[in-house]
């Protein structure tokens, strides 16, 4: 061996290239990657966790429960961590590693960092067809790892030992790329993992990594100056990108300085808090009326780290036809959306250059004014709906009510799917930067108990809560035992409503029969609950049901004081749900039988003349 080489697996110089990699978090040098979710079969244990045993000193892994909702508790991780470090799930090869395809589309959707390795089929093909490969008559090239290539940011296979040198580094750098920021995914070929070579010692010499800072062009910049100076009624619609710019502090400043309400996306809640004098409330869908209201009315939207979802425009029907778009995207893809005025750039510096070139410049006060009457109506609204009544059943905004009274001010509530997602954005008023995990860019049901796991490991100074419905949890709960096996405590809420509720709400919305959503609307001999707080018990968790909102306050209490995961349990209305909500474009059957069917059409063709036409 030559002296400036080192031999190595190929195996082991991924995992030794993986443990030099280092990141800056608050002026401290970590690790890129923190750690390992992992699931072991034939295509990654003689190899990758013969590599991987040797380093749990500097790389420790963690045992999975189930492929998918370890990678989501890798992306959890990563959200917690706002991008700035990593995990890695890896997985055998076959249905081990399509289990991951799922969690991959959640942080491509997302723009969350993930690194995925799989194992492969074999590259020199000897064996074949082996255990769990799915053969392609017409192309020997294809295995199921292809699957990937949709929801992933970065793909390779690697063939050959040496090809990791250029593969490694092009993976993180795409991680790590504010503007092309998402999963990774490299298939490790078996008999491939297992052949030694002469690696480069330079190769795995200790990297430092910052993520870059893009600067916005001048002459995007200028424009986009002139047209918010012509502004009367500017808005600002606050994306997830702001929280992982880092901007939060320089965005709040900004909206109070100039005078401009400012309303958040379900991604980028939480960058300010509920009390910050410009704030009017979530937007879109799952948002309140005060932001609703002030969109309606905006003439310049200047919209900041958000790819505009259809639940953030009201797909397009919450603003004036003329309304005119500012978009701040470290994206070029995402800033060009919808004819806006693009600013391609990173949000915290084009709004730093952004303020220094406006002067004087604010809005009338009279549009703050409106948008402070505003979000003080909505604010009145949600204090009554959360008031303890003689319902029998509880709804969701009394639930939260009770949750968030006794939850630490740190904490980070956890939503993804169904009902959650758009009650606790219009319920849970922030009271701390970054305390909110809402994944609503795939609403992945079955994220949100193991991204509590992740984020419990990304900072053991809060306690993530999750809030998850019956349906869900049915998904995907297994990593309430991970989260106990492991030492790190979440708490888990299911309000629940006899099933799939909010499609339920949906469908008859839209004039539909209730069918296949609720329980007691399906294909069932007898309709019955499960009781999530027994079979939490099962897995080692403290689990609870309680009945009322005075027992779910003392079960809240004791959730917290317990030294481990709990999981509490309350029956939920199916029917009562928070209003505030913007339109929705979802096909509606143009003739049917129903009557009511047909009306919903006509509601709906009318909301979608209103929509603005654009890309």
């Known amino acids: 061996m030559a002296a400036n080489t080192i031999r190595l697996t190929m195996a082991q110089a991924v995992i030794r290239y993986l443990c030099n990699q280092f990141t800056e978090i608050e002026g401290e040098r970590v690790p890129l990657f923190a750690g390992v979710f992992g699931i072991f079969g034939h295509g990654n244990v003689t190899c990758l966790a013969e590599a991987l045993e040797a380093v749990q000193d500097q790389l420790p892994t963690w045992r999975g429960q189930n492929e998918q909702s370890m990678a989501l508790a890798a992306i959890g991780y990563a959200k917690a961590k706002r991008r700035r470090q990593l995990m890695i799930a890896t997985s055998s090869v076959g249905p081990g590693a399509t289990n991951m395809v799922t969690a991959a589309g959640v942080a491509h959707s997302n723009r969350l960092p993930v690194l995925l390795l799989s194992g492969d089929t074999f590259s020199n093909r000897r064996p074949d067809p082996v255990l769990q490969q799915v053969e392609h008559f017409?192309?020997?090239?294809?295995?199921?790892?292809?699957?990937?290539?949709?929801?992933?940011?970065?793909?390779?296979?690697?063939?050959h030992p040496e090809q990791i040198i250029s593969s490694f580094p092009q993976a993180i750098a795409a991680m790590l790329d504010p503007a092309d920021c998402g999963p990774a995914f490299i298939g490790l070929c078996q008999d491939t993992q297992e052949i030694a070579f002469d690696y480069p010692a330079a190769f795995f010499e200790p990297t430092l990594h910052h993520i870059p800072r893009a600067r916005p062009d001048l002459q995007q910049l200028d424009k986009a100056i002139a047209a918010l100076k012509a502004a009367k009624k500017p808005l600002i619609i606050s994306g997830g990108g702001v929280r992982y710019s880092l901007a939060e502090e320089m965005l709040g400043d900004f909206a109070q300085a100039r005078s401009i309400p400012l309303?958040?996306?379900?991604?980028?809640?939480?960058?300010?808090?509920?009390?910050?004098?410009?704030?009017?409330?979530?937007?879109?869908?799952?948002?309140?009326?005060?932001?609703?209201?002030?969109?309606?009315?905006?003439?310049?939207i200047v919209a900041i780290g958000t790819r505009l979802q259809d639940f953030t425009t009201g797909s397009w029907t919450s603003f004036k036809a003329d309304a005119q778009f500012i978009s701040i995207n470290a994206a070029r893809f995402d800033a060009t959306k919808h004819r806006a005025i693009s600013v391609v750039g990173d949000a915290r510096e084009s709004l730093r250059e952004m303020d220094a070139a406006l002067g004087d410049w604010s809005a009338p006060g009279t549009w703050m004014e409106k948008g402070r009457?505003?979000?003080?109506?909505?604010?009145?609204?949600?204090?009554?709906?959360?008031?303890?009544?003689?319902?029998?059943?509880?709804?969701?905004?009394?639930?939260?009510?009770v949750v968030q009274d006794n939850a630490k001010t740190e904490d980070l509530v956890i939503t993804a799917a169904g009902g959650p997602p758009g009650e606790v954005n219009k319920c849970w008023r922030v009271k701390a930067p970054n305390t909110?995990?809402?994944?609503?860019?795939?609403?992945?049901?079955?994220?949100?108990?193991?991204?509590?796991?992740?984020?419990?490991?990304?900072?053991?100074?809060?306690?993530?809560?999750?809030?998850?419905?019956?349906?869900?949890?049915?998904?995907?709960?297994?990593?309430?035992?991970?989260?106990?096996?492991?030492?790190?405590?979440?708490?888990v809420i299911v309000p629940d409503n006899g099933g799939y509720a909010i499609i339920n709400r949906l469908q008859n919305y839209k004039g539909g029969a209730s069918f296949n959503n609720l329980i007691k609307d399906s294909r069932v001999k007898a309709p019955f609950s499960v009781d999530f707080a027994k079979h939490a018990e099962a897995m080692g968790a403290y689990g609870r049901?309680?009945?009322?909102?005075?027992?779910?306050?003392?079960?809240?209490?004791?959730?917290?004081?317990?030294?481990?995961t709990t999981v509490l349990t309350i029956p939920s209305d199916a029917y009562e749900w928070t209003p505030g909500d913007a339109s929705w474009d979802v096909g509606v059957p143009e003739i049917s039988t129903r009557d009511s069917v047909n009306e919903a059409r006509k509601d709906h063709d009318a909301i979608r003349a209103k929509q603005r036409i654009g890309v």
């Open 263 to 300: 309303c958040e996306t379900i991604a980028g809640k939480g960058a300010v808090l509920h009390a910050h004098p410009a704030y009017v409330g979530g937007i879109g869908v799952t948002g309140s009326a005060s932001a609703n209201a002030m969109a309606a009315e905006a003439d310049v």
């Open 545 to 564: 049901r309680v009945e009322t909102l005075g027992e779910l306050d003392e079960a809240m209490k004791w959730a917290q004081a317990n030294d481990k």
């Open 373 to 401: 009457d505003e979000m003080a109506k909505w604010d009145s609204l949600i204090d009554e709906l959360q008031k303890p009544s003689n319902a029998h059943i509880p709804s969701y905004a009394q639930v939260i009510k």
């Open 138 to 159: 017409n192309n020997p090239t294809l295995t199921v790892n292809e699957s990937f290539k949709a929801v992933t940011r970065y793909w390779d296979r690697i063939t």
């Open 436 to 491: 909110v995990d809402t994944e609503f860019g795939f609403s992945c049901m079955g994220y949100e108990i193991p991204a509590g796991w992740g984020a419990a490991m990304a900072d053991e100074n809060r306690t993530p809560i999750v809030i998850i419905g019956d349906g869900t949890y049915m998904m995907m709960n297994s990593d309430i035992y991970s989260t106990v096996l492991s030492g790190h405590k979440i708490i």
